[in-house]
């Protein structure tokens, strides 16, 4: 729930203050369907008490049903989320002024993850002449964020969860792990993981304008960043003996971020005839990355309250830095007709730092045209007709490019500790294989389209077709072993191109004192495709980094990148898998079966207003289009038995554990029987919001007040036979994607 007040104090001859305050209160549950564990009781498992004692005394076939990570009070809670924030604007003539403040504290669903955030906000402008002002602004954040074990860490209570057979022997004899794989509840909330962070943003904008023809602006920035990443075993807790660390453990990471920015540009305007104006535009950013690193841990700590690293009985450290540089230059030239007709050219050039000394300028140009049909005289009778007030057609083509990261050019050594007999000394090794030839990326697009609106721009239509090709992209390829390096470097390969449409349609459909209804819709389609290697020996490269889908994933000329490639079963007459002994027989080449990456993206939005009052909202998003591997039943089927489909008699006979359906052999075998269609619907957002009457914000001194009830990610719709087929185990690196044990969003 949302309280909001506004109120608002002045005086004569200057802007009124404005006090706005917001006070959130709200949960988090988890709300998604959790598996059950399953296990059959067959005549095997009742021969064999000291692994099954949960067995013992049932009937051969009996099914053992759990689920650990709904049923243990310790597992899961409803996080309470907290949110206040109170801000003031005003100002004079020529100045004005913004401050806020927020705080925030939110739960998560496990007990041992929250996220504290305390924040200030202030903004000033000046104009202390009609053709000068300036602009500053600034914003701090102080954070503390706690987060549990997650991903495939056997602390981690998913995959713990995930992995329980009802039934088992606990792990290591603890009745309080009963049902679960690994860890219990009381191990995986003692894992303390934190992050202390403080971040500041400093801004400051001139513009100074000496001729109605001549503009400028200069914009320079500050972002620093400062965090402390700690990881904590306090000696004798139930963290530090699972962890395999009784002694205690403690480990710490101090990165401190800066990034500089410069930014200018300037204007020169003409009318060159009383039809032709022109603008002229010129200018240059330049960018600053200085990026250092501490590393510390120590383990043996003395005692549950002496925690620092050098107390500690074995310590070890590091430290890193990155330093990169970027300055660009543009200028761009705009003709306009008649204020119906745009045409422009630009011409930008890049070099960074990235390539080491060598100066390499990079040329990027651009062009672009539109026409505002809507404005031309001959053709107003026929909008007017068509009741659509403003029409615009527009093309642009242009390229564009990235650079690779910092050093990856550059072949590097580092130097290692080594023992020679008694003598600890030094050995210089290899780091990064390097790469002198790197290029940045380049890329070309191309865009059509066009902007409507109609019905007194009650409906809004924006409308792009684009068509883009990268060249020299870059990925990683190892490189081999009797180089001497363990390396995978940056190269340039080939070309991928990538094209679409992207729709945004806006329209109040209903305006009436009583009832306002306006929806919202953005539909998007891609289909991107690796046009070649540029080498033609390279027939497919793996994704490096998949070690929950090793070589599933790959780029292949004519198919998307990253697509999924893997074998499949072949099939008799009769659909059943072909069968060689007890394995399945495979195809034997892998073959593509769909894009890791949504190709259709739709989201839809609902606001009714009633009576001016009451306000409705709602949020759909749908994605589609692409494969999901579900590792986690993958795992559970074909490696702990514990999956539904396993316990389900006819697919196998329950006393004797016998394969009745010959699926079975393809779901214990074979990983493509568990890439799924990815596609899904969310009610992503649902919220109602009231305007209380003026008169009862009056009694609060305020202006208006509102109060708003609302929820995230409420609902799901999909065939996906997961829990989730939005979430990645692989964070957010692109195209790598696997259902692994990541946390739910």
């Not at 053709?131 to 964020?145: C, E, H, K, P, Q």
């Not at 190709?599 to 609902?606: A, G």
Request: proline share 6%; glycine share 10%; hydrophobic share 35%.
């Amino acid at each position: 729930g949302v309280i909001q007040i506004i109120t608002e104090k002045g005086r004569s001859g200057q802007q009124a203050l404005q006090w706005t305050a917001r006070v959130e209160y709200g949960h988090n549950d988890w709300a998604l369907d959790i598996p059950d564990n399953y296990t059959v009781c067959t005549t095997a498992k009742l021969a064999d008490p000291a692994t099954w004692p949960g067995c013992q005394g049932k009937p051969a076939g009996t099914v053992l049903r759990g689920n650990p990570l709904r049923d243990d009070p310790d597992a899961l809670r409803t996080g309470l989320v907290r949110k206040q924030s109170l801000s003031l604007r005003g100002g004079g003539d020529r100045y004005s002024f913004y401050v806020a403040g927020e705080n925030v504290d939110e739960e998560g669903v496990f007990h041992n993850n929250y996220d504290e955030r305390r924040s200030v906000r202030a903004n000033f402008t000046f104009q202390p002449t009609d053709v000068l002002d300036f602009a500053i602004t600034s914003n701090y954040i102080r954070g503390m964020l706690r987060l549990p074990v997650g991903d495939e860490a056997a602390q981690g209570m998913l995959l713990s969860a995930f992995r329980g057979r009802p039934g088992r022997i606990p792990p290591g004899n603890n009745p309080r792990s009963d049902g679960w794989a690994t860890t219990n509840p009381l191990q995986a909330n003692a894992y303390d993981n934190t992050t202390k962070s403080d971040r500041l943003t400093l801004g400051a904008t001139a513009n100074f304008n000496p001729f109605p023809w001549f503009r400028n602006r200069l914009t320079v920035g500050l972002d620093y960043t400062s965090s402390l990443a700690q990881i904590l075993s306090l000696p004798g807790s139930a963290d530090a003996d699972y962890a395999g660390t009784p002694e205690g453990f403690v480990a710490q990471r101090v990165p401190r971020n800066y990034i500089y920015t410069v930014d200018y540009v300037g204007n020169v305007v003409k009318n060159l005839t009383p039809d032709l104006g022109a603008t002229t535009s010129f200018g240059m950013q330049y960018n600053y990355k200085h990026l250092e690193t501490l590393y510390a841990s120590g383990r043996g700590l003395g005692a549950p309250t002496v925690t620092q690293i050098d107390r500690a009985q074995i310590t070890s450290g590091a430290n890193s830095y990155s330093d990169s540089k970027a300055l660009g230059f543009f200028a761009q030239e705009q003709l306009a007709w008649k204020n119906r007709l745009f045409v422009t050219g630009a011409l930008r050039m890049d070099n960074s730092s990235v390539f080491g000394d060598e100066i390499r300028r990079i040329l990027y140009p651009k062009a672009s045209v539109s026409y505002v049909l809507s404005e031309e005289p001959a053709l107003s009778g026929f909008f007017d007709q068509a009741r659509i007030g403003n029409f615009r057609l527009r093309g642009a083509w242009g390229q564009a490019g990235q650079a690779p990261p910092p050093y990856v050019a550059s072949q590097t050594y580092t130097v290692s500790q080594v023992v020679l007999g008694p003598n600890v000394g030094s050995e210089l090794r290899t780091l990064a294989y390097g790469n002198a030839n790197l290029k940045p990326e380049r890329g070309s697009e191309i865009e059509l389209g066009f902007d409507l609106g109609a019905f007194n721009d009650r409906v809004g239509v924006e409308f792009t077709y684009y068509n883009k090709r990268m060249n020299d992209v870059l990925v990683t390829q190892a490189v081999p072993a009797s180089t001497g390096w363990v390396s995978s470097p940056y190269v340039n390969l080939g070309e991928t191109k990538n094209s679409g449409v992207e729709l945004v349609v806006d329209a109040s459909l209903i305006q009436t004192p009583k009832l306002a209804w306006d929806i919202g819709l953005s539909l998007s389609t891609n289909s991107n495709e690796l046009v070649s290697f540029g080498d033609t020996t390279l027939k497919s490269i793996a994704i490096s980094g998949a070690s929950y889908t090793p070589g599933y994933q790959q780029h292949r000329p004519g198919y998307p990148l990253a697509g999924w490639w893997l074998q499949v079963p072949q099939r008799n007459a009769d659909g059943t898998p072909v069968m060689n002994g007890a394995t399945v027989v495979l195809t034997d080449t892998a073959v593509y079966l769909g894009s890791a990456v949504p190709t259709r993206e739709i989201s839809l939005s609902s606001t009714f207003t009633l009576f001016r009052d009451l306000q409705i909202f709602a949020l759909f998003d749908y994605k589609g289009g692409h494969k999901v591997f579900n590792y986690k039943e993958y795992n559970r089927c074909r490696f702990q038995d514990n999956c539904e489909r396993m316990a389900d008699p006819r697919n196998i006979d329950l006393e004797t554990g016998a394969v009745v359906n010959p699926e079975v052999n393809v779901w214990r075998q074979v990983p493509s029987a568990y890439l799924e269609d990815g596609s899904f619907i969310k009610l992503r957002d649902l919220s109602v919001t009231y305007s209380l009457p003026t008169e009862w914000a009056a009694r609060l001194r305020a202006n208006a007040a509102s109060v708003t009830l609302a929820g995230h990610n409420l609902a799901l719709w999909s065939d996906y036979s997961g829990i989730d087929p939005e979430v990645n185990g692989y964070g957010n690196r692109s195209f790598v994607r696997a259902d692994v044990y990541a946390y739910e969003p």
